[in-house]
């Protein structure tokens, strides 16, 4: 078991700036992979960004060359840095780790970009 909290969510205007922080109860080398997602109102939640290990990350192709996850092992954050942001990044972000077949998620942390 492992306890996420995120952080950072907020309202911003299009073109800003936020980061979301993802806090582990636990060590983030106990995991296999993790990744930030969303969910849009009335939307499925989809991946945004995703690491396997050290240096590799995936991206929806709709936040490419915008959004950058990272990971601090010391402080077992994962975080995500999100710029020239849109108002369809609108949505609910949750972290989530995997190790296995087992995903564990967060509570979600709101962001809204407006126009």
């Known amino acids: 078991q492992v306890q996420l909290v995120e952080s950072g969510g907020g309202l911003v205007q299009s073109g800003g700036s936020l980061r979301l922080s993802c806090a582990a109860s636990?060590?983030?080398?106990?995991?296999?992979?993790m990744g930030w997602y969303r969910q849009a109102p009335g939307k499925q939640r989809e991946s945004v960004a995703i690491?396997?290990?050290?240096?590799?990350?995936n991206y929806a192709d709709s936040v490419k060359g915008r959004f950058t996850i990272s990971r601090d092992n010391v402080k077992n954050t994962v975080y995500l840095q999100m710029n020239s942001l849109k108002p369809e990044d609108t949505a609910v972000y949750y972290c989530a780790v995997h190790r296995g077949s087992d995903t564990y998620w967060g509570q979600g942390t709101q962001v809204t970009v407006s126009s």
């Open positions: 690491t396997r290990s050290v240096g590799t990350a």
């Open positions: 636990r060590s983030l080398f106990s995991f296999t992979g």
